[in-house]
């Protein structure tokens, strides 16, 4: 079976065309700047030279008929008629407290996803635009929403509430989400395939560490607490974002910058985090490279992060009252070995033996712990397009 992954943001479009049947991916690609001058697409079919077309893309909707006309295209394309794809997958930023599994899409779920528009202001819009650009080219496909808060529906009251008035939750469900939910999902479950861990007790914390970073801790595979809140802001130190920071800090800068709260919270969002702090860059390469070179806040942006980490595996294995697994992914979990090895020296009092040799590999699944380690510590690559592809099939089969 044929399943057509799409995850649409605010500008851009990125998909996958997967072979449900083997996992193989038969193409992927992005069209960009959707809306903007110097649109393209960007199309990258297996075995086939990439192809990439310069052309105007005024809404999401010419995106997806640029996509499909790719797909099928006698030289790069990867099928020969539309009517191959059997379900589309779509990437869904918020379900609010709805669905906490995939679905298939009708005229409710589309109402949820718009009436969730005011919690995912950037993502919602364009992913409801792009769920309806797939229905009007291929009329009668199923259309799948994967929602990236359902992971964390499972989290308990004590975990999701914030400590302000309660009127402020029953009138516009403010409370703790979590995001990130379909990779977390994925790496937690393949964790414990992977150390074949008791599938109904077993208590697995999942470092996602990349540009955008949040930890989830799970026990049998549903997530009891997650460090992204509300919005993606709240949690770790992120590449642009600044993770947990007291509320006040909001007030402090409005007033004496003299900027508006909106103002405010996109600098929290995109000039904060490592890039905040060192103001060298979001990636990670580049700042281990500027902190090797002697650049003392490139060398605090790593140390805070990692220390931010560290303490949220320690708050989480003080909330589960255990664990049995600990997992690195993302680009930073897992490529970025020193400072996976440097957030496990934390861990020594869990009893955490980092095996070295093991910790230099990268971007495979493997232990990166000793065998006699009390706590297992892996790295799992994480895949969020097959996960979408594998809950629309689910769905569809
Ligand atoms: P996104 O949240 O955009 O999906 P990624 O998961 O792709 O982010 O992670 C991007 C981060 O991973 C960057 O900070 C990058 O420096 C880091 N990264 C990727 N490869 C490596 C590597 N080989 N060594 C260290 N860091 C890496």
Do not use: W
């Amino acid at each position: 079976m044929k399943v057509l992954v799409i995850n649409a943001g605010s500008s851009s479009l990125k998909y996958q065309m997967i072979e449900t049947d083997t996992e193989e991916v038969l193409a992927k690609g992005l069209c960009e700047r959707i809306g903007l001058d110097g649109s393209k697409l960007t199309h990258t079919p297996e075995n086939k030279p990439q192809y990439v077309e310069e052309k105007d893309m005024p809404t999401h909707k010419t995106a997806v008929k640029m996509v499909l006309d790719a797909l099928v295209h006698p030289e790069h394309g990867v099928i020969s008629d539309t009517g191959e794809i059997s379900a589309v997958g779509h990437r869904v930023l918020h379900g609010g407290q709805y669905y906490s599994d995939s679905v298939i899409v009708n005229d409710d779920v589309k109402k949820v996803i718009k009436d969730c528009f005011p919690l995912g202001p950037l993502h919602n819009p364009a992913n409801l635009i792009g769920i309806e650009a797939c229905e009007d080219a291929m009329p009668g496909t199923p259309q799948v929403a994967v929602f990236d808060t359902a992971f964390g529906q499972s989290m308990s009251p004590k975990a999701y509430m914030y400590a302000i008035p309660y009127k402020f939750y029953e009138k516009y469900s403010i409370r703790k989400y979590g995001f990130h939910g379909t990779s977390h999902k994925f790496v937690s479950g393949r964790t414990i395939k992977f150390a074949e861990l008791d599938k109904n007790d077993c208590k697995v914390i999942v470092c996602h560490l990349g540009n955008g970073a949040s930890i989830s801790a799970s026990i049998g595979g549903k997530c009891v607490d997650t460090s992204m809140g509300l919005t993606p802001l709240e949690g770790l130190i992120m590449g642009t974002r600044s993770g947990d920071v007291d509320a006040a800090v909001v007030q402090f800068i409005a007033d004496n910058e003299n900027l508006t709260v909106d103002e405010v919270l996109n600098i929290l969002n995109k000039e904060s985090g490592v890039l905040g702090i060192s103001g060298v860059s979001s990636d990670f390469r580049d700042l281990s490279a500027a902190a090797a070179d002697g650049n003392e806040r490139a060398q605090i942006a790593l140390d805070a992060f990692i220390y931010r980490v560290a303490k949220y595996i320690g708050s989480y294995v003080a909330a589960m009252n255990g664990v049995d697994a600990i997992t690195f992914t993302g680009g930073i979990g897992e490529n970025d070995c020193a400072t996976r090895g440097k957030i496990c020296e934390y861990l020594g009092y869990l009893g955490i033996k980092i095996d070295e040799e093991s910790n230099k590999l990268r971007g495979k699944e493997m232990y990166i712990s000793t065998p006699d380690s009390k706590v297992k510590v892996l790295v799992i690559p994480t895949n969020e397009e097959l996960a979408i592809a594998r809950e629309t099939l689910e769905l569809v089969k």
